[in-house]
């Protein structure tokens, strides 16, 4: 089945450690998203990718990067420099281009402090 | 600066019981808005994307419309299973990578 599929579940970061947070797709879509989603909050935007080898900046990309050297893979480093990251992360994708089309998300990583 | 209101923030509603949910947005230019539905511990699922002003989309208990300033999400006699967060999102024209603004969400419990 195609489908977007993110790990691990549940991921627990020490002070001043990075860690990374995989997503990957295949469904053949050119675009991948990162959101951040905190308790009553809407999702916020962190970093999008149209298409390999290229990203940009979301509406809260400071403390965190990615990397797109593959179609299918869009993986998150939350760095130490990220001082608030406990929160639900949620990857998608979508096929690409400037239509108006929905967004596929996979389940979520859900990061803790400890 | 693209704005995406929910209300209300939670609802509790007796099975059969139908009701609303409001998005009220500001966009410099509306493409397209969204609704997902959302189930604790999960990524947002799909429901409708609504395009321009008196469109209206069914599917199953839910009905999306779409004036120039707010959407609605009725559910028609909800059903337990219908329980979840219901999220809004609105894609500006001109909005570079297909980007959203999400609102709040509105968490709906429907008790049996």
């Known amino acids: 089945d195609g489908g977007i599929t993110q790990s691990p579940k549940y991921l627990f970061r020490k002070e001043g450690q990075n860690v990374t947070l995989s997503c990957e797709q295949n469904?053949?879509?050119?675009?991948m998203y990162w959101y951040r989603q905190d308790p009553g909050q809407g999702l916020r935007l962190i970093y999008y990718s149209q298409i390999v080898n290229d990203f940009q900046k979301g509406d809260i990309a400071e403390g965190y990067s990615v990397s797109r050297e593959k179609k299918e893979s869009f993986p998150l480093t939350v760095t130490s420099a990220q001082k608030n990251p406990t929160a639900f992360y949620l990857c998608?994708?979508?096929?690409?281009?400037?239509?108006?089309?929905?967004?596929?998300f996979g389940s979520g990583t859900q990061l803790s402090v400890l | 600066e693209d704005q995406v209101t929910q209300s209300p923030e939670a609802l509790r509603l007796q099975e059969g019981e139908s009701s609303s949910l409001n998005c009220s947005y500001t966009?410099?230019?509306?493409?397209?808005l969204f609704w997902y539905r959302q189930d604790p511990g999960k990524g947002p699922e799909f429901l409708f994307t609504l395009y321009s002003a008196g469109e209206e989309k069914e599917k199953e208990r839910l009905k999306a419309t779409l004036t120039k300033k707010e959407s609605f999400l009725h559910i028609t006699a909800p059903k337990p299973e219908d329980s979840a967060t219901y999220l809004c999102a609105v894609q500006p024209r001109g909005a570079a990578g297909n980007k959203l603004t999400f609102g709040g969400g509105t968490r709906v419990l429907v008790k049996p």
């Open positions: 998608a994708s979508s096929h690409g281009g400037t239509t108006n089309e929905k967004l596929f």
């Open positions: 469904l053949n879509h050119d675009a």
């Open positions: 966009v410099s230019g509306l493409r397209g």
